[in-house]
């Protein structure tokens, strides 16, 4: 890992230097995929408060130009270079609980199966033909992996449905899943 160490309105001590090498040395150890480390203690003289005039920042690179940042304010410097590198152990583990628990979401499986029964080129859209009986109406914005002009009658969907103004109609209508077709 690339580590950039530097100061701003303070001359660097030893010391601190040591021991940002040393924090992020063990980083390393328990996360092998940071790309690059950069910390900057600065000695803010205009604070507000003028207790917390040191400042330490620490910004660790990810694969995928993930950036993950931590800023504390302390005292001394030796208290904010242990503040921002706690902060920043928080954060890398917030991050990778958050990249653990990503869910794959699919769109739910249509229920419903038919053969469209009719089609209005012109009009924009037509009707299927329930397994169990009955018609239900569609639009050609409800197709999803069909286009409309090559919607014919005969061929079986899978769709869902609502109520309309007018009776059921379809609000997504599919070509049947090759997994589901029957024999």
């Not at 769709?159 to 589901?180: C, D, H, R, Y």
Request: hydrophobic share 40%.
């Amino acid at each position: 890992m690339d580590v950039q160490i530097e100061s701003r309105n303070v001359a660097m001590i030893p010391r601190w230097k040591t021991e940002i090498e040393r924090r992020m040395a063990s980083l390393q150890k328990v996360q092998d995929d940071l790309l690059h480390g950069r910390v900057t203690l600065m000695k803010n003289k205009h604070h507000k408060q003028l207790k917390n005039v040191a400042e330490a920042v620490v910004v660790l690179t990810l694969p995928g130009r993930r950036t993950i940042t931590a800023r504390k304010e302390a005292k001394t410097f030796e208290e904010a270079i242990r503040a921002g590198f706690n902060a920043i152990v928080i954060e890398l583990r917030k991050f990778r609980e958050k990249r653990a628990h990503t869910e794959v979401r699919t769109p739910p499986i249509p229920t419903l199966r038919g053969v469209v029964s009719k089609v209005y080129p012109r009009k924009g859209y037509g009707f299927i033909l329930q397994e169990g009986g009955g018609e239900v109406y569609f639009h050609k914005n409800a197709l999803h992996g069909l286009v409309f002009k090559e919607v014919e009658d005969g061929l079986e969907v899978v769709f869902e449905i609502e109520s309309g103004k007018k009776g059921l109609q379809a609000t997504t209508v599919n070509p049947v899943p090759a997994v589901a077709k029957r024999a």
